[in-house]
């Protein structure tokens, strides 16, 4: 028994890799690197381990059923017994923590400083939402968290999936609140898809950790998201209590170790968001 856990552990690495090489090659396009693989296994053990609520499958282009398959087939390597789901949002494919997901959301509605950034075009500068419309975003929080709450009665089976989609949701902003960010950028659609950040002094937040389970040398990115500058001392009370969570949750589980908050103001051309 022991031999075979020796095994596993050492080829763990490989079996991962050709899970991902496997199931997430978009047609004739190149398969994803060893290092990817092995990153995209970080991220989802992140979430599964309840680091994160969600991430956002941005390796390629690949559909819902390739990436159900390959969660099927890295739950069977033995990378988590934890259940996932794959949440579709206009052709973008979600992974999520359903309890994590749901105990998110329901914090941000509970709170009266959800923290959403108004960056619309017509703004000189980035600044905090007008209440009108925070109280408009929580209500597409509310709609998701309806549906989230409706799935773990659905099934037992270790991988899910459903689709929603509203003409009314600025996806920018939800995939903010989604990714369990402390604070999420918004601006008004009807006035475009520019924002005010063009050279804006942003102050860029990245949470790594390192995950021997998988790999020795694997460093793997849990969160990176910015807040403007000019914010940054208004938002700070909160973005502490948001890191102490995390250090809270991350003493309380045993897939990573030697976690890292940092932080750098930078300021880009451009910004896409």
Not at 172 to 186: K, N
Not at 190 to 201: A, I, W
């Amino acid at each position: 028994k022991l031999l075979l856990e020796e095994q596993m552990a050492t080829l763990s690495p490989q079996l991962l890799t050709a899970a991902a090489q496997q199931n997430l090659r978009p047609g004739r396009k190149k398969s994803l690197s060893p290092a990817a693989s092995l990153h995209l296994a970080g991220e989802i053990l992140a979430v599964a381990s309840g680091l994160k609520p969600a991430l956002l499958y941005d390796y390629n282009s690949v559909g819902v059923d390739k990436i159900e398959k390959y969660l099927q087939q890295i739950q069977g390597i033995g990378l988590t017994k934890h259940r996932l789901h794959l949440l579709n949002i206009a052709d973008n494919v979600l992974i999520l923590n359903l309890e994590k997901t749901a105990l998110w959301l329901e914090m941000l509605l509970l709170t009266n400083k959800v923290p959403f950034i108004d960056v619309s075009a017509s703004k000189t500068c980035p600044g905090h939402c007008e209440p009108e419309y925070v109280e408009s975003i929580k209500g597409h929080i509310a709609e998701i968290l309806a549906h989230v709450k409706t799935l773990p009665n659905i099934t037992s089976q270790p991988v899910t999936t459903s689709e929603i989609f509203s003409a009314d949701w600025n996806l920018c902003t939800i995939f903010g609140v989604l990714l369990g960010y402390p604070a999420s950028y918004t601006f008004i659609t009807e006035q475009g898809f520019d924002n005010c950040l063009s050279l804006t002094p942003l102050r860029v937040f990245t949470v790594q950790a390192s995950c021997c389970r998988i790999s020795k040398d694997l460093r793997v990115r849990i969160y990176s998201f910015s807040v403007p500058e000019n914010l940054y001392l208004a938002m700070k009370e909160a973005l502490d209590a948001w890191s102490g969570n995390l250090k809270d949750v991350f003493s309380a589980q045993n897939d990573f170790a030697n976690l890292c908050i940092s932080t750098e103001v930078v300021s880009v051309a451009a910004v896409a968001l």
